[in-house]
Nanobody
Framework: QVQLLESGGGWVQAGGSLRLSCAAS????????MGWYRQAPGSRRELVAT???????NYADSVKGRFTISRDNAKNTVYLQMDNLKPEDPAVYYC????????????????WGQGTQVTVSS
């Protein structure tokens, strides 16, 4: 089975930055497309960003220009650099695998991390 372990969540003032990490382990045969979802209380899950094995990226309009997804295939790790955080960004962020842009592949990911909380204060 595949395990995904997120880290890097926490508290930050509006306008600040956080960097999330997700390490994948287990029965993985080569790199996979990965991504980040988020879910705020009372809200639907939102696909935030995706990255393919060749580092093609896709972002939700709400975070485009502020968030950057990247990966290190040698470490089976994906990152989400979040800059200029806004009051609407707080949520539990989930690392997922496999994950492609909805327009490319609308399927739900097979594997989810436990989530890491991001809190933004003014």
């Amino acid at each position: 089975q595949v395990q995904l372990l997120e880290s890097g969540g926490g508290w930050v003032q509006a306008g600040g930055s956080l960097r999330l990490s997700c390490a994948a382990s287990g029965s993985i045969f080569g790199p996979n497309a990965m991504g980040w979802y988020r879910q705020a209380p009372g809200s639907r899950r939102e696909l935030v960003a995706t990255i393919t094995t060749r580092s093609r990226t896709n972002y939700a309009d709400s975070v485009k220009g502020r968030f950057t997804i990247s990966r290190d295939n040698a470490k089976n790790t994906v990152y989400l650099q979040m800059d200029n955080l806004k009051p609407e960004d707080p949520a539990v962020y989930y690392c997922t695998l496999p994950t492609l842009a909805v327009a490319v592949d609308p399927r739900e990911p097979d594997y989810w991390g436990q989530g890491t909380q991001v809190t933004v204060s003014s």
